[in-house]
């Protein structure tokens, strides 16, 4: 294959969602070399970007790789986001029975759950009301996890990116791998993008609803895969203040149905529904989805209103036949496949081990470098801190507000644009502090983030993205 | 003085002129906010050139307080007056 | 809590009757209005006398329990007040709030961001659609470049040369695009259009700004200070904020 020589790499990891990122962070934290290869201008542009930010303590019945997944990670979630400032709080769900109908599946669900040995207690319509005051008078019955929790999943994303950045690992965007190249043996030994040749010894595939692309391009099994795209609307903190759980219908087969979600940035999430097939890179919304998605929302939790919507926004899990996988490709003997559809947030730090230990097994030394960085600087987030006069005090100079409504300052959009995997865009200053994503989505400071991200990156404004598909402010 | 930034006209007082590191250094303050201008010789050439910086960019640089950039202040034009 | 022509109203009728502060997030008094508007420096100059309290280039971030949360360059303070008065100012309606459904694609603006750009010749598009008609469209559409088309949606035809089409009546509903957007449907009593072009501006829909938390919505201790019109005068601002203000004192001290 001809294309200019590019550096080895032990991993490539292609995809730079909430999987790649995590498996990166973990593996740049040992003697392997890493790069990330991301089609996309940003990190989290796929599903990590659209879904609801809950943290799991259940999904799937045991015996089942979801299951275990999601036991290994969600104990650790305090101390992983401690370490690298991510917004987290383990608030707690309640899936609500209106009928009989509603009943018997609790009952199926509760023998699942405690199977799994997962924290869960029947609860009362009554007691279920004390856990969510705002629950509805027509819950008869219910379950009541304690474990579960809400995170920001783009901030937890971009934290893995910027662990494994400040590790050593390469991370490339605008990098889609368009092509592979093999030994005699069938092994990958490189992979191309529009702009290099990369060497490596192992691929991971990351790529989210693009894992069964990559996969027939590398010569791998076939993973038939396609979208299941989810629409959102989000709700305003004033009305977030007064929600403290996250209220689920009883799940169907396919999905944990739509659910009323605060999140860590105390909006509410109404949301997702499940619509199969489409095109993968469709995130528009329409008014008969959200329609639907407010109505049946609104029978959870009566006080919902769309008076108080600030935002609507969609996006496509990665279904697949096989919608957990973490394993070697049956045919290509140095291709890793780590995808996940629904849990994929959930289950992201034990992703990020098993990939280690998978190459352990294989004999590569992936014990931890003495010198690795574990934690990320802090930057205080005002709209977090319950007094910030106290954090400001101590950092005089952080005490500039630039995104009102979501209680931005300079120092956290400076942070957001010019750290190890900087924002390059509008899109990118949100995904990273919040900044133009509150009520009035930027009408006010989003100048002022095009000027700050212009400067840090020594453009023109009119260059700076603007659009998740990579389109920039200025045209014409 | 006025700056006249694209994201919001202020009045700038000047309250001291030096330079440092070979650099002009205007001190002052854009209303209630101590603000800093910096100019290098080698940006004097540039600046007469255009003597209004067109760009936000060059504006940016020119002001050197990102604190001023960082406001979106809502203009009424005159005519609205 | 803002020092636009109705803060500064609002302060100076109450500061004969209580101790008023006036916070503003920007650095000098005027808001939108600008600092050096005539009305603006009278006004700043009265509050003064009357013994208000200026605090400018302080941004309000939080009002609990009549405790205002002050963040700025040199001001890090909770306040205490018995009443806070809030003169935000306006801005256009969001998607949502319009609401506007479709593809999440650069080249939508808010009429306030647009404005701010074109002013710094940044070029948004060569086909503008302008959603609203009023402050923020007329603003745009004195900046828009000359070889841009403009068409306007909704709100009156305004009598500009620079507009070269116009679908008064029409709501825009939904955006069309894959990275830029490329049409916006509009709407009418059902009927829908797909007008091509690679900028929309949102200037319809005035909203009062509403972005200290504690004070979004209707609260006793809050009293808001926002006339959303398409077109305001400084003597309409003014009056509307005495007018507002004006059965708030007393209220306090029984
Ligand atoms: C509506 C919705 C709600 C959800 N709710 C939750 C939840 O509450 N909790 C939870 O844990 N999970 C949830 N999920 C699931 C979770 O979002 C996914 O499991 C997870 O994001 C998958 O991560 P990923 O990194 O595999 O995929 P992605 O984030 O999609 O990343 C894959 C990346 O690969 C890139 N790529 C693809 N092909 C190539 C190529 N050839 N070269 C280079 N790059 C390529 C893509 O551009 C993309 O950025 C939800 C998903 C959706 C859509």
Redesign the pocket.
């Known amino acids: 294959m001809s294309g200019p020589l590019g550096r080895r790499f032990d991993v490539v990891v ?9 498996i990166a962070a973990e593996l740049a934290q040992t003697a392997l070399s890493v790069c990330v ?4 201008p940003d ?14 303590s259940f ?1 799937a019945p045991p015996p089942s790789i979801e299951c275990e997944l999601i036991g290994e990670s969600n104990d650790g979630w305090e101390e992983l986001c401690g370490r690298l400032n991510v917004p987290y709080r383990r608030i707690g769900a309640l899936t609500v029975a209106f009928d009989d109908d509603g009943v018997r599946g609790l009952d199926e669900l509760e023998t699942q759950v405690r199977a799994a040995g997962v924290k869960v207690e029947r609860v009362t319509g009554e007691q279920a009301r004390r856990h969510e005051p705002l629950l509805t008078d027509e819950c008869i019955d219910a379950l009541y996890y304690p474990d579960e929790g809400i995170i920001d ?1 783009v901030r937890l ?1 971009w934290a893995y990116a910027e662990l494994a950045a400040l590790n050593g690992a390469e991370l490339r965007f605008r ?4 092509d592979v190249a093999r030994d005699g043996d069938g092994r990958l030994s490189a992979v191309v ?1 529009p702009e290099d040749r990369i060497a490596c010894r192992y691929v991971v595939n ?6 069964g ?2 996969s027939a ?1 590398a010569g791998g099994e076939e993973i038939r895969m396609w979208p ?5 609307w989000i709700l305003d903190r004033d009305f977030g203040q007064t929600l403290s759980r996250i209220v689920l219908p009883v799940p169907t087969p396919t999905t ?1 149905g739509i659910e009323v ?1 605060p999140t860590t940035n105390g909006s509410v999430l109404l ?2 529904d ?1 619509e199969e097939g489409g095109d993968a890179e469709d995130r528009s919304t329409s008014a008969g989805n959200l329609r639907k998605i407010f109505a049946e929302t609104q029978r959870l939790v009566p006080t919902v209103s769309l008076d108080r919507a600030i935002k609507t926004y ?5 279904a697949a036949d096989e919608p957990v996988r973490l394993r070697f490709d049956a045919r290509v003997d140095n291709l890793i496949h ?11 730090p034990a992703f990020g081990r098993r990939v280690k230990a998978l190459l352990a097994d294989r004999g590569e030394n992936t014990a931890a470098r003495p010198d690795r960085v574990t934690s990320l600087p802090p930057v205080p987030r005002v709209l977090l801190e319950a007094d910030p006069v106290t954090v400001l005090d101590r950092r005089p100079g952080d005490a500039m507000v630039v995104c009102v409504c979501e209680q931005v300052t300079a120092a956290e959009i400076t942070a957001a644009v010019t750290s190890a995997v900087p924002a390059r865009s509008i899109e990118g200053v949100r995904k990273r502090c919040r900044a133009t994503g509150g009520r009035c989505q930027g009408s006010i400071c989003m100048a002022g983030v095009i000027l700050l991200t212009a400067n840090a990156h020594g453009i023109d404004p009119g260059q700076v993205g603007m659009g998740p598909g990579g389109g920039s402010v200025g045209c014409g | 003085m006025i700056i006249n930034s694209p994201v919001g006209r202020f009045p700038f007082e000047v309250t001291g002129v030096g330079l440092v590191d070979g650099r002009i250094r205007l001190e002052g303050a854009m209303g209630t906010w101590p603000t800093s201008v910096e100019v290098t010789p080698s940006e004097l050439p540039r600046i007469a050139a255009r003597l209004v910086p067109r760009s936000a960019a060059v504006g940016a640089a020119v002001l050197g307080s990102a604190a001023a950039l960082a406001l979106a202040a809502r203009r009424r034009s005159r005519r609205a007056a | 809590m803002g020092a636009g022509l109705a803060g500064l109203a609002a302060a100076l009728e109450l500061a004969a009757h209580a101790e008023v502060e006036l916070v503003e997030r920007l650095p000098a008094a005027g808001g939108s209005w600008q600092f050096d508007h005539p009305a603006v420096r009278d006004l700043v100059g009265r509050c003064d006398r009357a013994g208000v309290r200026l605090t400018m280039g302080v941004t309000a971030l939080r009002w609990i329990e009549r405790r205002l949360l002050l963040i700025g360059p040199g001001t890090r303070a909770w306040r205490e007040a018995d009443h806070l008065v809030f003169a935000g100012g306006t801005r256009p309606a969001t998607p949502a709030e319009l609401p506007l459904f479709g593809a999440r694609v650069a080249g939508v603006f808010a009429g306030t961001v647009a404005h701010h750009l074109m002013e710094a010749h940044i070029a948004l598009g060569r086909h503008l659609a302008v959603c609203g008609s009023g402050y923020w469209a007329d603003l745009v559409l004195a900046e828009a470049p000359s070889h841009a088309r403009v068409t306007v949606v909704g709100g009156d035809v305004p009598a500009s040369p620079r507009v070269a089409a116009a679908w008064p009546g029409y709501a825009p509903v939904e955006v069309r695009g894959r990275d830029r957007v490329e049409q916006l449907v509009i709407e009418r009593d059902g009927h829908a259009r797909a007008i091509d072009c690679d900028c929309v501006v949102l200037a319809a829909d005035q909203r009062p700004i509403r972005n200290v938390d504690g004070a979004i919505t209707a609260t006793p201790d809050v009293t808001y200070v926002q006339l959303c019109a398409d077109t305001l005068t400084p003597d309409a601002v003014v009056d509307h904020a005495i007018a507002t203000v004006a059965g708030l004192h007393g209220r306090n001290s029984t």
């Open positions: 292609v995809g730079a969602g909430v999987l790649g990122c995590a290869l991301e089609a996309a990190v989290a542009e796929g599903a990590s970007k659209a879904n609801a930010g809950i943290t799991s999904y999943p994303t990098a889609p791998v368009l993008t990351a790529a989210g609803i693009g894992s692309a990559l391009l299941r795209k989810g629409q959102y944990r979600a949301g997702p499940a969609a996006g496509s899990r990665p780590a995808g996940n559809r629904s849990t994929g947030v959930s289950t992201s």
